[in-house]
């Protein structure tokens, strides 16, 4: 799937609209493959884009987990770190 596509369940705070919507946008884009659609398309990914942000937020409320919640920061250190020892 698309690497840029971050996990939003079970964060603290819990994932914002923009953070759902940013995800289904490169959601959208990977399967319409196109980063930017053409003006005959763009109604069509708009409309893709609403529905699957809608469904990623009805998902992320509905899931449960008894797991603690996860800090961002950490976990965003964890990935810069990842990327320092791939890239390096």
Not at 3 to 9: C, P, V, Y
Request: aromatic letters at 4%.
């Amino acid at each position: 799937m698309c690497r840029n596509i971050r996990q939003l369940h079970n964060f603290e705070p819990p994932a914002t609209p923009d953070e759902v919507h940013a995800a289904a946008l490169q959601y959208v884009r990977k399967v319409g493959g196109a980063s930017k659609p053409s003006q005959a398309n763009q109604e069509a990914y708009d409309v893709a884009v609403a529905a699957v942000a809608e469904a990623t937020q009805r998902l992320l409320d509905s899931l449960v987990t008894s797991a603690p919640p996860k800090d961002r920061e950490v976990e965003a250190e964890k990935a810069r770190a990842r990327a320092r020892l791939r890239y390096a």
